[in-house]
């Protein structure tokens, strides 16, 4: 089992930044690919994110490639997602979700534990 916790999340205006963080607690989080979900109204859950036990292999939606930054810190069980040049199509709630250990697929079933969310808004 494994508890996660998400922070970061706000209102910003369209072009700016914020950094999301994602805490674990329970077992060790080294077994866990981890990964960055969100949901906006009316919408279904999408991908966002995905990064490997290690860090050494991570994905990314086209919505976002060139915009985020997916690392993590095994020492501090924390998950990172670094968003630049926000649009307002980004606002939505941000899930982590942890998963198999090599995993960094886009599939929500490939996912074991997820956190509550963190609400994004980006202002036009």
């Known amino acids: 089992q494994v508890q996660l916790v998400e922070s970061g999340g706000g209102l910003v205006q369209a072009g700016g930044s914020l950094r999301l963080s994602c805490v674990a607690s329970?077992?060790?989080?080294?077994?866990?690919?981890m990964a960055w979900f969100r949901q906006a109204p009316g919408k279904e859950r999408e991908f966002v994110s995905a990064i490997s036990w290690s860090g050494g292999a991570t994905n990314y939606a086209d919505s976002v490639k060139g915009r985020a930054t997916i690392s993590r810190d095994n020492a501090k069980k924390t998950l990172y997602l670094q968003m630049n040049s926000l649009r307002p199509e980004d606002t939505a709630v941000y899930y982590c979700?942890?998963?198999?250990?090599?995993?960094?697929?886009?599939?929500?079933?490939?996912?074991?534990?997820w956190g509550q969310g963190t609400q994004v808004t980006v202002s036009s």
């Open positions: 329970g077992r060790r989080f080294n077994d866990y690919a």
């Open positions: 979700a942890a998963g198999p250990t090599y995993y960094t697929g886009s599939r929500i079933d490939g996912y074991n534990y």
